[in-house]
């Protein structure tokens, strides 16, 4: 059965930082390409950051230049780290995993806000 458990959210300062963690209990992480997408209530949950399996990366322009997806295939686990953090950045940020074509798996997701 398949498991993502984000963690490393919490209460940060305007231009403060955080780093999230995905820990992944899956059959051939390296294979997944992932994901960190983030819900405002009231909105669609939107794609922040993605790494391929083969490690490229991709950006929502939102968060270019402040946030940076990472992998270790050896740990499981796919990390975010958010720099230069701004009060727009408060949501629930997501793990997903997927194999395109297929569904994806998501995490319960881990609270972050940035206060003013």
């Known amino acids: 059965q398949v498991q993502l458990v984000e963690s490393g959210g919490g209460l940060v300062q305007f231009g403060g930082s955080l780093r999230l963690s995905c820990a992944a209990s899956i059959f051939s992480f390296r294979k997944y390409d992932m994901s960190w997408y983030r819900q405002v209530p009231g909105k669609e949950r939107e794609l922040v950051a993605t790494?391929?399996?083969?490690?490229?990366?991709n950006y929502a322009d939102s968060v270019k230049g402040r946030f940076t997806i990472s992998r270790d295939n050896v740990k499981n686990t796919v990390y975010l780290q958010m720099n230069s953090l701004k009060p727009e950045d408060t949501a629930v940020y997501y793990c997903?995993?997927?194999?395109?074509?297929?569904?994806?798996?998501w995490g319960q997701g881990t609270q972050v806000t940035v206060s003013s």
């Open positions: 997903n995993a997927r194999i395109i074509p297929y569904p994806g798996y």
């Open positions: 790494i391929t399996s083969a490690g490229n990366t």
